[in-house]
């Protein structure tokens, strides 16, 4: 119950969050547009009115994000939804329009639920070191170009605040170079010009760092995603998981009580179509060779609590086992058998416990057909009540 109520709060939140933020993107375009018409149009100044549907679009956007680190489970999105909500609220007031007061009702409401649901929201925003450098990089020579135009404020022509200084810096970052801001001319403008073109060489080069580091990792992840297959981060956050490996026909049982469950589980499979669908469904899902070493270790199973395979290929799933159990002795490792045959040779591969479909069927089967008892009630008897692991090679029954 404790576990629904928390998927329920988590849902509420990130929806309250993204129709927060369609609003008010929606409001302030509206309100930019528009000649606003509210009760508060004749107390507030036009300035402020104005400025409030630039702002509150601009919040909106900034909400959306939001909306997504929440959706990922990040606190620090928890923490920028929390500030932002707040000031849409305000930005909606003083827009003076009556079209902001749903915005302002709605953005109330979503503040006590969103600050409820904190503990829902616990993962952190994990920046790399490369990262970090190019972020302090950027940051860094826009503050370098804003004060020293501001600095040099007299040479150039245009900057009067601390506001055009740094306009003059984002627009030179960007290459944009609208030219309304320009070193004066002659020689009183020597000195501008030698500065600006090292602001130009600096902040031109943070930014495209700055963009190469910060965004490729994003689209590299979309492309996983569309691809069938996870990203570093996402293997990170798993602990005390299960991996299955490989894909059959009995797999598909295996993942849907694994997610009944509601147990981290990781499925590794060299069938990209096979790991498309999975994923596609919002299961964790890794495109690899089972059996490799390196693919193991990358999928984290020195730290599974267990390992299950159960495709149509005895000898791949051997495989697979002897590699999992040489990386992990201790790891609980159960396997279906399609031949039973073959049962003792999945238990010497490494096996704990080797299951044949075949023969608790015929098993059932033949029980049901002689009337020797409720052969059905028998299945579910096995499902419901298994019996003990069978020890193998590598240690105990697991978890």
């Not at 375009?29 to 400025?51: K, W």
């Not at 909400?63 to 990922?72: I, K, N, P, V």
Request: avoid cysteine.
């Amino acid at each position: 119950m404790a576990e629904w109520r928390d998927r329920l709060g988590g849902h509420v939140t990130v929806m309250l969050t993204g129709v927060t933020a369609l609003l008010s993107v929606g409001i302030g375009i509206l309100n930019i547009t528009t000649q606003p018409s509210g009760p508060l149009v004749d107390v507030l100044p036009p300035t402020v009115v104005q400025t409030a549907g630039f702002t509150g679009a601009l919040t909106g956007f900034l909400l959306l994000g939001s909306a997504y680190g929440l959706r990922r489970g990040y606190r620090g999105a928890w923490y920028s939804t929390i500030l932002l909500l707040p000031l849409s609220a305000a930005q909606g007031l003083l827009q003076a329009s009556a079209y902001s007061y749903p915005l302002v009702g709605l953005s109330l409401l979503s503040l006590p639920i969103v600050g409820l649901n904190r503990r829902l929201f616990e993962r952190d925003v994990d920046l790399s070191l490369t990262q970090w450098a190019s972020l302090s990089a950027l940051v860094g020579a826009l503050g370098y170009s804003t004060a020293g135009t501001f600095a040099l404020r007299e040479q150039f022509n245009g900057v009067d605040t601390l506001l055009d200084a740094l306009y003059f810096s984002i627009v030179t970052a960007t290459t944009v170079g609208y030219g309304d801001v320009t070193p004066a001319s002659g020689a009183e403008g020597q000195l501008a010009k030698w500065f600006a073109l090292s602001a130009l060489v600096l902040n031109v080069a943070a930014f495209a760092v700055a963009l190469g580091v910060l965004i490729t990792p994003a689209i590299e992840a979309r492309l996983a995603t569309a691809l069938g297959r996870m990203t570093e981060t996402d293997i990170d956050i798993l602990e005390r998981h299960v991996l299955v490996l490989g894909h059959g026909e009995l797999t598909e049982p295996i993942v849907e009580e694994l997610t009944e469950a509601n147990v981290d589980f990781l499925v590794i499979t060299p069938d990209e179509d096979v790991a498309r669908g999975l994923r596609e469904r919002e299961l964790n899902v890794l495109t690899a060779d089972p059996s490799d070493e390196g693919t193991l270790e990358r999928a984290k199973v020195g730290e599974a609590r267990a390992v299950v395979t159960a495709t149509n290929n005895d000898a791949e799933d051997a495989l697979s086992i002897l590699t999992a159990r040489q990386l992990n002795p201790e790891v609980a490792i159960v396997a279906a058998a399609s031949d039973r045959e073959n049962v003792n040779k999945l238990k010497r591969a490494g096996a704990n416990t080797v299951i044949s479909p075949a023969s608790i069927g015929g098993h059932l089967l033949v029980e049901s057909a002689l009337q020797r008892g409720d052969s059905e009630a028998l299945a579910r008897e096995l499902l419901d009540q298994p019996d003990e692991a069978t020890e193998g090679p590598g240690g105990d029954d697991g978890e």
